[in-house]
Nanobody, 127 residues
Framework: QVQLVESGGGLVQAEASLRLSCAAS????????MAWFRQGPGKEREFVAAVSGSGTRTLFAESAKGRFTISRDHDKDMVFLQMNSLKPEDTAVYYC????????????????????WGQGTQVTVSS
């Protein structure tokens, strides 16, 4: 039903910045908590950041706190992940996901809380 498309990934050097974007097709993000997950080589998919349906609450993984910010634009129906001070450890495929429930106060940090996923965008950080 709903397809999510990520963009903005690339190959950058350490300390550089990237801004990832997520757009919806065949549906809407309005009212749904949105999140970014990532999966590095040989690792399981892990939570990075999430924003509530209203956009008033955000959550970050400890590794992302202070460096990454998540935001949403209701007019454009898009979600963004601004990544600053990138490290080689940030190298991974980054996925955008839409929550199963609408208008929750606190977004989920678990994979099971999200039902629609994008194909991912590759982020590679060199030293």
């Amino acid at each position: 039903q709903v397809q999510l498309v990520e963009s903005g990934g690339g190959l950058v050097q350490a300390e550089a910045s990237l801004r990832l974007s997520c757009a919806a097709s065949g549906g809407s993000f309005i009212g749904y908590a949105m999140a970014w997950f990532r999966q590095g080589p040989g690792k399981e998919r892990e939570f990075v950041a999430a924003v509530s349906g209203s956009g008033t609450r955000t959550l970050f993984a400890e590794s992302a706190k202070g460096r990454f910010t998540i935001s949403r634009d209701h007019d454009k129906d898009m979600v963004f992940l601004q990544m600053n001070s990138l490290k080689p450890e940030d190298t991974a495929v980054y996925y955008c996901a839409r929550s199963q429930r609408r208008w929750t106060v606190v977004p989920s940090t678990d994979l099971g809380g999200y039902d629609y996923w994008g194909q991912g965008t590759q982020v590679t950080v060199s030293s």
